[in-house]
């Protein structure tokens, strides 16, 4: 089984180069312990902030170190009673084709309930920042207008969708044509932000801002904000590959005349939510009411280019690598 | 009597010459109004906001009227069961020697209790600011740290004193070496940023940043910021004058990934609180444990250079002009 690692910190942009493939040594699984056979890992933009060393709330990859994080496979030996050979489990294995974990760190997934690669997308991280962000951190309320940044990503098409879902009107920015049309099928005011200047996509005023880009959206959103009104501060995907750091927006002094409130999560501070999130968004998922995308890239050998690709917007939806087949 | 218009918009740092002083008409009090000899009134640095024409969370001056704002003075004449002549009251006449108020606009003080400046500082506007700033803002804790920027201001002197009261730990930067000595005589932990780098002072972390001055000290503070820390956005006086708007902290993406929660507020949003802020904060004036100093200049004609002084540091606590005696 090969697995991707970090072969050299990236600068600026990462690059394939900044990643290596390698064969993996085929380990067996203990007592209590779970071989699982990958088949789809997750290329999350968060796990830029990881590779560049600086300890943050997760602490960096290492230089040769497998690039850890979300993937979804199917048990192919189990040392557990909990788990059976064919099962879907949810792990943190990262890029690789398969491994070996301890079957306490391991969810089942039932592939009835839902596809099981949606525990990496709109039922799963991203699908749980979203809706976090939105209730615990923004505090939104039916009649509101939100805009979404990157809404047409694994978290803005959820937190665009479920705004609406629950009585906000919602617009939205997005790097294409294509993402734009999908966004408006699902009834997101959505514009292309290459195209249209945020400010005027924002003109008639909003409540709340669920920031995934940072830079110059950042700017346009707080000038268009009303008092009172929130920021959910989620990401910064414009910026995450800045080799050093630029100037914060211009207007931020607004968030004393405006009495903003700017707050900053990490979603793995809520886990404990991650129940109460199910119970709702589920259902949602399951009649159709929110949908979702994946981008899916074939090959353990591309997994660095579908990362790459985050920063390029090459995703609509949940960017997904399949590593096997189920 | 005499009072101070608004000449002209100030462009940059205000100066004399935006302000003109003039012979105001004697007018009379009709039914349930006073005329009101002023004593004191209040040059405050959320004025220079006011001046630019732009209406934020208060209509802005227009050119050619009194600027107003806060002012003590005695009843020279009562034309309301409630006031006699001789009474002391808190009006908003602002920069005038008297004038006309209704009755239910001022607020009658007590000589005997306090001082009647105070009510222009530490048991007025700017203690309201640094208490509500602290504690529905903040909401700090016994055993934190906070920073106060702007710390021997009226706003900050009060704020770093009440979060001493409160079992904090507290740094504050204040401009000159005898405010900061005055500061370590209160037990803040004081700095000239002059002189030291905020980024030094800081090096232990913080939990909360109370912030009257913005740009570079907002950057420092964000830097030295432990997770979940609050920043509370009162103030940026270091950027009130820019003629154009400064870039905001470089580092503003922390917020993310510390989970920070920065919040501006406006004092006047929070008038319900001023009761218990007074039960709270009145007696620790009486007993000396919370101090101020006022810096007064005299005479009505200098009230335009009393607020040039505000943006040059003239003022350690509150700066008044004493227009008329008691």
């Known amino acids: 089984m090969r697995e991707v690692t970090l072969a050299a910190r990236p600068r600026g942009a990462p690059q394939d180069g ?10 067996e699984p203990g007592d209590g312990e779970l071989l699982v056979r990958n088949v789809f890992v997750s290329v999350d933009p ?3 902030g ?5 300890r943050t709330y997760v602490p960096p990859y290492e230089v ?20 059976a050979e064919g099962d879907w489990v949810l792990t943190m294995l990262g890029w690789r084709e398969g491994g070996v974990v301890r079957a306490d760190r391991a969810r089942r997934l039932d592939p009835d309930a839902a596809p099981p690669s949606t525990a990496l997308g709109v039922l799963g991280m991203p699908g749980l920042t979203a809706w976090v962000g939105l209730l615990d951190i923004g505090r939104i309320e039916a009649g509101e207008t939100i805009y979404v940044s990157g809404a047409a990503g694994a978290v803005g098409s959820a937190a665009a969708q479920i705004a609406r879902l629950k009585g906000l009107r919602v617009i939205g920015s997005a790097g294409s044509s294509d993402k734009v049309e999908w966004l408006r099928s699902l009834g997101i005011e959505a514009f292309d932000y290459r195209e249209t200047e945020a400010k005027q996509a924002l003109a008639d005023g909003i409540d709340v801002y669920f920031d995934n880009v940072g830079g110059a959206q950042l700017e346009a959103a707080l000038a268009a904000i009303r008092p009172y009104g929130r920021v959910i501060a989620c990401g910064a995907i414009s910026r995450y590959n800045d080799e050093r750091p630029e100037p914060g927006p211009r207007n931020l002094f607004l968030m004393v005349t405006k009495r ?6 990490i979603v793995s501070d809520h886990d404990d939510r991650y129940p109460d999130f199910v119970a709702e968004v ?5 009649d159709g009411s929110l949908r979702y995308r994946e981008t899916i890239v074939d090959g353990i050998e591309n997994v660095p280019a579908a990362f790459v690709g985050l920063f390029h917007g090459d995703n609509v939806g949940k960017m997904l690598v399949r590593v096997g087949i189920d």
Chains 1, 2 share one sequence.
């Open 50 to 54: 990881r590779m560049t060393g600086v």
């Open 46 to 48: 968060y796990m830029r």
């Open 18 to 27: 900044d990643f290596e493939l390698r064969e993996a040594g085929g380990a």
């Open 64 to 83: 040769g170190d497998v690039v850890t994080g979300g993937a979804v496979g199917r048990v192919a030996r189990s040392r557990d009673a909990r788990f």
């Open 282 to 286: 589920a259902p949602w998922v399951r």
């Open 260 to 265: 903003l409130r700017l707050q900053g999560f």
